[in-house]
């Protein structure tokens, strides 16, 4: 087996339940097969037309799904069930919404020019599903990006300018134009991708075949 990480992209959004999920479940299957992985996140938006103010989340998934309120409920407690044996807190309420993330993706984007992506995005997880808050509003992107330490002014000022939308908007046609139709999706070292959070045990079968496949150099995004 190699010894060298193995390359996963993922392509996922803030507000995807699933795609924590996802990688939290590869976390573990990296550490129950001893496999290390090494991630980059990718831009994707579920809700690109969405509204400003977002939308009541049982409302939008009724309306998007067409689930009764019941079904919904159904589903939010079994991701807090799953995110319970992750060791991942889903807090949701009545009054929880769901929001368009662009502004989100250009401040990750500008975090990993000093290697923080990773950072900014397990963050934005959590402000949004465990405590609540509005990932669209650039008052919140700035205090999370200033809590990890990151320039609060010049974050506000990316935002303020957009000198990263047009990178994003490409990188999310890279991914489209690709055949990414949902998030997650992971690519392993660019040649076998998964959709969705698989769990554990898928997870690790693919890192076990990976890892004993000759390296070749992604050629992502």
């Known amino acids: ?54 939308e009541n989340i049982r409302d939008h998934i009724m309306r998007k799904y067409g689930s009764s309120a019941e079904q919904s409920a159904q589903a939010r407690t079994r991701l807090s069930d799953l995110g319970e044996d992750l060791d991942f807190t889903f807090e949701w309420s009545d009054d929880s919404r769901i929001y368009n ?57 990316v935002l303020a300018d957009g000198r990263f939308a047009e990178t994003v908007r490409e990188k999310e046609t890279f991914w489209t134009s690709r055949g990414v139709t949902g998030v997650p999706t992971m690519v392993f070292d660019a040649q076998q991708a998964t959709s969705g959070a698989q769990g554990v045990d898928v997870f690790s079968q693919v890192l076990r075949h990976m890892a004993a496949q000759p390296r070749q150099v992604p050629a992502t995004s």
């Open 101 to 157: 993330t662009f502004a989100a993706h250009q401040l990750i984007h500008w975090a990993s020019e000093t290697g923080k992506a990773q950072d900014l995005k397990l963050a934005l997880f959590d402000a949004y599903f465990t405590h609540g808050r509005d990932v669209s509003d650039t008052d919140v992107l700035v205090a999370v990006a200033a809590e990890l330490g990151l320039d609060k002014d010049e974050a506000r000022a």
């Open 1 to 54: 087996m190699s010894q060298d990480p193995i390359r996963v992209d993922i392509v996922s959004d803030v507000v995807c339940p699933w795609c924590i999920i996802g990688y939290r479940q590869l976390l573990k299957a990296s550490e129950a097969t001893g496999i290390a992985v090494e991630t980059f996140w990718h831009p994707f938006e579920l809700n690109p037309d969405m509204e400003s103010e977002g």
